[in-house]
């Protein structure tokens, strides 16, 4: 089993549209969860941390589930500028480097 | 945007030629990463610095060696390049030991 496992999707919304993707995790020993952004043929850009209490950033909100070892990303009103690659990533231990999940691939269109 | 550069952004180069890819950074950060993106792999380490003249290996660093000499640059060296090492190479620097890294905007790397 891959340590973080992402749906790949495509997923693809229209305009205004919630989207919600989800990640589970294989080391109950990870401490840190977040989430990134990565555009196309661009360079990955952290998009928001994910805390046990959950979390909420404008339009975007990050909920964790510890027993479950699940995490997961809720995009309110979808704009075509949110079209890009969502990783979910995850700290091993408070030394442990981060592991990175393949990516989910949002769409969004007029 | 964090002050972190990658040169070359573009090598094609042929099986067996030795490769050194570099990253230079303009924040002082202590950690610097080096990592690979590939289709259906997603971002994987290959090796990571703590300091200057402190390396360690990361998940797939077969094939890799880095060094970093001063604080602002860390070398990535394949030194004897397999078609297996066609990728993009992102560097990474942050300042803590967090989650938060800040991407070089990658090298992409052809051998052939």
Not at chain 2, 27 to 45: A, F, I, K, S, V
Request: hydrophobic share 30%.
């Amino acid at each position: 089993r891959k340590e973080v496992e992402q749906d790949p999707g495509p997923f693809n919304v229209p305009e205004g549209a919630t989207v919600a993707f989800n990640c589970t995790y294989s080391n109950s020993a990870s401490q840190s969860f977040f989430w990134y952004r990565q555009d196309c043929r661009k360079e990955p850009k952290l998009l928001m941390s994910v805390y046990s209490s959950g979390n909420e950033d404008g339009r975007f909100t990050a909920q964790l589930n510890r027993a479950s070892q699940y995490i997961s990303l809720l995009i309110r009103d979808s704009k075509l500028s949110d079209s890009a690659t969502y990783l979910c990533v995850v700290k091993r231990g408070s030394q442990g480097n981060l592991i990175f999940g393949k990516g989910t691939k949002l769409s969004v269109k007029p | 945007d964090a002050g972190i550069t990658q040169s070359p952004r573009h090598k094609v180069t042929e099986t067996g030629t030795p490769v050194t890819l570099r990253c230079h950074q303009t924040e002082n950060h202590r950690y610097m990463y080096w990592y690979r993106q590939d289709p259906g792999h997603g971002l994987r380490l290959i090796h990571y610095s703590y300091g200057v003249k402190d390396t360690d290996k990361g998940e797939v660093s077969d094939g890799y060696s880095v060094s970093r000499s001063k604080t602002e640059d860390f070398l990535l060296t394949l030194e004897s390049a397999t078609s297996s090492q066609t990728s993009v190479y992102f560097c990474a620097i942050s300042d803590f030991d967090t989650g938060e890294l800040f991407f070089g905007e990658g090298s992409r790397l052809t051998v052939l």
